[in-house]
């Protein structure tokens, strides 16, 4: 048995895909929020308490990234929920889990239940979402030389913005149990609404290739080859579709 961990944009669902995941191979779920809990319980203070003793205390900066790496060497069946969970237990399923900021805006700021994230109007909503994630994307870099955006990193991408919870659920298990058998997968899979055909290829191969190959540059996925399955899938009406290759 392994550890998965699962990283992701603000909105994709992780929490979603750790409650399924939890619900069918029994795992226990361990988040950087429930670590930080812990540890201000340990020491005896609230969580306000605790964010202000470490923001006063630098040797402190890194408790939480230091006990997630202990607890990845040490024990298994875990699943964290954390954004750089993949790289402090690099031995475990790493899942990613993408979704369009327009999407992840609308679920956002129409979730009630987001207590952590709430906004006046949904202009106010998206900026501050694309803000958010362009500092994390710099500390990440600046503090670990960790790059949140590089899917080589991961050892499964989906594409959140136009599948059911139960798609990506579905998908996502059956992945996890091929990785842990050693069997083949398909690494990524991704929305045609959310890839770019702007630059046409009319060429033979590229006409009968059931393969989709992607370029993953300034945010968007360009399709390279693989023009007319993408056409096809837009047509059927489908989620998701199979990436053969994505390059960055």
């Known amino acids: 048995m392994i550890n998965i961990?699962?990283?992701?944009d603000l909105g994709s669902g992780k929490?979603?895909?750790?409650?399924?995941?939890i619900n069918n191979i029994g795992y226990r779920i361990e988040s950087a929020g429930l670590i930080f809990r812990r540890l201000a319980e340990q020491h005896g203070m609230t969580a306000k308490e605790f964010n202000q003793f470490i923001e006063?205390?630098?040797?402190?900066?890194?408790?939480?990234?230091?006990?997630?790496?202990?607890?990845?060497?040490k024990e298994e069946n875990i699943i964290f929920d954390s954004r750089l969970a993949w790289f402090f237990v690099?031995?475990?399923?790493?899942?990613?889990?993408y979704v369009d900021v327009d999407t992840a805006t609308e679920r956002?700021?129409?979730?009630?239940?987001?207590?952590?994230?709430?906004?006046?109007?949904?202009?106010?909503a998206k900026k501050e979402i694309?803000?958010?994630?362009?500092?994390?994307?710099?500390?990440?870099?600046?503090?670990?030389?960790?790059?949140?955006?590089?899917y080589k990193n991961y050892d499964f991408i989906i594409d959140t913005s136009h599948a059911t919870k139960d798609e990506v659920n579905d998908l996502v298990?059956?992945?996890?149990?091929?990785?842990?058998?050693?069997e083949a997968y398909n690494r990524v899979w991704l929305s045609p609404k959310n890839l770019d055909l702007s630059k046409n290829a009319c060429n033979e191969e590229d006409i009968n290739t059931e393969d989709i190959e992607i370029v993953k540059r300034d945010g968007k996925f360009h399709?390279?080859?693989g023009h007319a399955q993408v056409r096809k899938a837009l047509e059927e009406g489908k989620s998701l579709v199979a990436i053969k290759a994505i390059f960055e």
């Open 130 to 150: 694309i803000e958010r994630r362009q500092s994390e994307v710099l500390r990440y870099k600046n503090f670990y030389n960790a790059d949140i955006n590089n």
């Open 108 to 124: 956002i700021f129409n979730d009630k239940d987001r207590v952590s994230e709430s906004y006046s109007d949904i202009a106010t």
């Open 56 to 73: 006063s205390n630098p040797k402190y900066d890194n408790m939480v990234d230091d006990t997630i790496k202990e607890m990845g060497e």
């Open 223 to 225: 399709v390279f080859k």
């Open 5 to 8: 961990t699962i990283a992701g």
């Open 15 to 21: 929490s979603t895909v750790a409650n399924h995941l």
């Open 173 to 182: 298990l059956s992945s996890f149990r091929a990785f842990e058998q050693g």
């Open 90 to 97: 690099p031995k475990s399923f790493k899942i990613y889990m």
